[in-house]
DNA sequence: CTGTGCCGTCGAAGCGCTTCGACGAGCCTA
DNA sequence: TAGGCTCGTCGAAGCGCTTCGACGGCACAG
């Protein structure tokens, strides 16, 4: 293994020369530098991880704390996983990938270790018991989500109430009365999830202001789940001429199941999701739907949590706006 | 922040002694290590993982590389990153989360910078690139996958081979003569990766000796991309009465494009795919599959290269036998 | 009662890096 | 021409831990 020193002496010059060339925390002259970068390339010098840690008290590693369970929006949380992992790297950051069972105890051994300087969570609920310790430590961090209590953290998340308060614009805008939400599952709702929440208050609050009858249900992804979350609605509102879907696993089932009623989308219903573009523009009917930015959310925690850890940059809640794009999936009321 | 020596001090012994206590390396009198255990809990010790990479070499954690495309096999990827990552945890590792971009150059990265002590790699193509690095530097690696030369390095995978020729078995079984493979994106197949050509391998050798017509077309995961190749292939093997999928996307599409033909799985037509468990049992016509073990390859990759970390374990290659689950979509031909 | 060996503990020497203070050389100013 | 700068470089002191060799104290055998 290539050590400091050997290039040190491969270049003729002091380890601490070459620290300094690494870091540019001195001036050092044209000439002496080119002979250490030199010599650095040559050896295929990297520079210890471990010792870097030690004598610098930095890790150059970011925590990020995804949820255990994988039957919930996974392909959300992908997206920002890679996208926190990539943006991380393009500032000299590696990931360390935990997952959230044990939260608490795992938020104290990283701190207590000093294993990452900062830390990004996601799958934040609205009481979440990691976050008394978070703020107790002090170390940087962001949350991907919306906690009850957002002081002395920093947050991002999609602005989901507004998110909701659009579908129902857009919705009541094409003369639809009777809408449907189909809602993540129960357990999501169970573990005061924020996003969900909000969705639903924001969703709510624009429908009484527009006098709109909303009916939301919980539902699992599965095809038999949304077949019976279909039918309950169809029976309690017979009315319902739109809906609106938040789990990504359900639209495809709920289109399928409406072709199968011969119910034509969206001449006799209108079906809008709250899902990453990507879910939405694939679907058997292209959805008009409201986006979850995962890539830009990823983006945007690793940024915030970066400028924390170089004392830029202070706690403060973003919440990015929703973009409603509208495909073929809407339409007015019959 | 509380460290060894504050430890020590507090429980009247040296550093060295509580060293020991932690890691069992020297026997201890119960008295000592008791009075030493109570310090660590009272304080909140927590060992500095710098300090302790630099000292023993050893970082304890495991670096994954995942793929960078978040448009495939998606579900997959985040089950083994998760079962890595649990299964790391209870052996005492973390996970480093690194996205395949610039794959030689990110293994030489935390090769010389000693940031893992091992490697796990998944989507590994035929001819990885990675390869001649990874058996460079003789540091503990597991693939998750096949390469086409698998020598000096370790890989697990399902074996892929024997699942296709596991579904042309059973499909053959039930009397089918002219199935259909719809495949991953084609760009999977461009790429070489080595799952879906051993797939095809297998399925189209069992085809040959069982006497079954096969016709292969990969196919993007969009409804409208799995809805062209189904046309495709209707028109080009009318007499299709069997269909097998590996391509996580695609098996909804088509369940639901075949509803719309109102030809009745498996009644008229048998469908079966090569997918997670959870994917084939949440269909709309619950899946006769192959299961592909995400969790199990997962925890077989971590524990196969903390074994060689501790000096045991060798190089091999482990090929999971497939197992078939039969549900509901498979039937007798028509 | 002395010699031998083991058990439990300690001190000290690093691991590879960062960083602080020091210092010589060259430059400008007075 | 002496004094004071700045610039570029060096040496040394840690960072917190592991680990090796050493060393008392005790039990046992002879």
């Known amino acids: 293994m290539v050590t400091l020193a050997d290039v040190a002496q491969h270049a003729g010059v002091s380890a601490s020369t070459v620290s300094y060339v690494l870091s540019g925390k001195r001036s050092i002259s044209a000439s002496t530098r080119e002979r250490v970068e030199r010599s650095i390339d040559q050896l295929g010098y990297h520079p210890n991880a471990g010792a870097r840690a030690l004598a610098s008290s930095k890790s150059n590693i970011l925590a990020l704390m995804v949820p255990l369970r994988t039957d919930m929006y996974v392909p959300v949380m992908m997206e920002i996983a ?28 990283i701190e207590g270790s000093a294993l990452a300087d900062a830390m990004i969570l996601m799958d934040v609920e609205l009481h979440d018991d990691r976050l008394p310790l978070l703020r107790e430590t002090g170390r940087p961090a962001v949350l991907i989500g919306l906690p009850a209590d957002p002081s002395r953290v920093s947050c991002v998340d999609l602005d989901f109430a507004a998110a909701g308060a659009l579908c129902v614009e857009h919705l009541a805008g094409l003369g639809h009365r009777d809408i449907a939400v189909i809602g993540e599952a129960p357990a999501v709702y169970e573990r005061h999830t924020g996003f969900a929440e909000r969705t639903l208050a924001g969703l709510r609050e624009r429908g ?11 539902c699992e992804g599965s095809y038999a789940a949304v077949a019976a979350t279909l039918a309950r609605v169809q029976e309690e509102r017979p009315g319902t001429t739109a809906f609106v879907v938040q789990n990504e696993a359900a639209t495809d089932p709920l289109l399928a199941l409406l072709r199968q009623q011969r119910r034509a989308v969206p001449e006799d219903v209108s079906v809008m ?21 995962a890539q830009e959310l990823g983006r945007y925690a690793v940024e915030q ?30």
């Open 82 to 109: 890679i996208s926190v992992a990539t943006t991380a790297r393009a500032h000299g950051y590696d990931v360390l990938l935990l997952t959230g069972e044990e939260g608490p105890a795992t938020v104290r051994r």
């Open 208 to 218: 009484r202001e527009l006098g709109v009858r909303l009916l939301h249900r919980p």
């Open 273 to 293: 999701a709250i899902c990453p573009d990507q879910v939405a523009a694939h679907a058997s009917v292209p959805l008009t739907a409201v986006a979850v930015p």
């Open 305 to 334: 949590v970066v400028a924390k850890i170089e004392g830029r940059g202070s706690d403060e809640v973003v919440l990015l706006a929703p973009e409603l794009t509208v495909r073929e999936s809407t339409g007015p009321r019959p």
